[in-house]
């Protein structure tokens, strides 16, 4: 099976400031017939389910803002939210859909400071 | 549009069998490449991909849950049921259905159904 891994766990970020979350897969997740990687982030808030914001590493969902963005490749990736928001508090959590089983990384929880 | 709605017991007793229902409209079973999978997330925990079922009734699995596991699904009714064998109270958790496709993320997720094991 892939292992995700992410870091850190939580982080606490200003209002306006970057917050950064890695992720890294234990085996490649890029498909080098398509040049993809196979790896989505999802934000989930309290009491709800959570909700897919970017695809093949980078591509934003539709109605996702701007200020989340993916980047990387292979087996290590990044979420970066530029400009924190108070609606960006939640869980954050990457997964591979390269192979089956899909897995998840522990997630990353972003708070305000 | 797509919805999802995951429903089964809420309450089982430990070694009892579980079983979900997730009931789907919006898409058809039966469109290449489509796949309903369930995922699970025990109290304050991270999420855990549990199984997957494709159009073409292509069964996977979490290699640490399979042999608890059964997936299936019924076209006719637009659902997809999922069995889990020998309850624990470490299988406590809200259970989701969600949507996607053949090697896509998932998209489309249920509101989850919370199953707590206890005696």
């Known amino acids: 099976d892939i292992v995700m891994t992410q870091s850190p766990d939580s982080l606490a970020v200003s209002l306006g400031e970057r917050a950064t979350i890695s992720c890294r897969s234990s085996q490649s997740v890029l498909y080098t017939s398509n040049n993809k990687n196979y790896l989505a982030w999802y934000q989930q808030k309290p009491g709800q389910p959570p909700k897919l914001l970017i695809y093949?590493?980078?591509t934003r969902e539709s109605g996702v803002p701007d200020r989340f963005s993916g980047s990387g490749s292979g087996t290590a990736f990044t979420l970066t939210i530029s400009s924190l928001q108070a609606e960006d508090v939640a869980v954050y959590y990457c997964q591979q859909y390269y192979t089956s089983p899909l897995t998840f990384g522990g997630g990353t929880k972003v708070e305000i400071k | 549009q797509i919805t999802l709605k995951e429903s089964g017991p809420t309450l089982v007793k430990p070694t009892q069998t579980l079983t979900l229902t997730c009931t789907f409209s919006g898409f058809s079973l039966t469109t290449f490449g489509v796949g309903v999978g369930w995922i699970r997330q025990p109290p304050g925990k991270a999420l855990e991909w549990l199984a997957l079922i494709y159009w073409n009734d292509d069964a996977r699995y979490s290699s640490s849950l399979r042999s608890r596991l059964t997936i299936t699904m019924d076209t006719s009714k637009n659902q997809v049921v999922l069995i889990m064998t020998n309850m624990d109270p470490v299988d406590t958790a809200t259970y989701y259905c969600?949507?996607?496709?053949?090697?896509?993320?998932?998209?489309?997720w249920g509101q989850g159904t919370l199953v707590t094991v206890s005696s």
């Open positions: 093949w590493a980078s």
């Open positions: 969600a949507h996607t496709n053949s090697s896509a993320p998932i998209d489309y």
